[in-house]
């Protein structure tokens, strides 16, 4: 298991931008994973952006793409979440999250979470 700390999240304007950070500590695994979920009210978590950090290939939802960019700092063990063109349908919690091994999608198979951050995106 590891330590996830997120900073970031609030309130913006559609079009906006915002920046999440997400700080690991405690890690064993050389091979690993991080990614962003989000969650809305009423609606189950949902996979937006991972990365996978021995290669570093990136993997987008398809509702983000060309607005989200996932990138890491690997001498901070930190992961950075960039949205940009941010939409009233992007207003949901946020959480960093982290796993051995490869990406996957489905929150399921991810043991590590981080507290979540209120994005709020208005009209």
């Known amino acids: 298991q590891v330590q996830?700390?997120?900073?970031g999240g609030g309130l913006v304007q559609a079009g906006g931008s915002l920046s999440l950070s997400c700080a690991a500590s405690g890690r064993t695994d050389s091979s690993y994973a991080?990614?962003?979920f989000?969650?809305?009210p009423g609606k189950e978590r949902e996979f937006v952006a991972a990365i996978s950090w021995s290669s570093g290939?990136?993997?987008y939802a398809d509702s983000v793409k060309g607005?989200?960019?996932?990138?890491?700092?690997?001498a901070k063990n930190t992961v950075y979440l960039q949205m940009n063109s941010l939409k009233?349908?992007?207003t949901a919690v946020y959480y960093c999250a982290a796993k051995p091994g490869m990406v996957v999608v489905s929150t399921t198979p991810w043991g590590s979470w981080g507290q979540g951050t209120q994005v709020t995106v208005s009209s």
Request: proline share 4%.
């Open 4 to 7: 996830l700390v997120e900073s």
């Open 57 to 59: 290939n990136t993997y």
């Open 34 to 36: 991080m990614g962003w």
């Open 38 to 40: 989000r969650q809305a």
């Open 88 to 90: 009233p349908e992007d």
């Open 67 to 74: 607005r989200f960019t996932i990138s890491r700092d690997n």
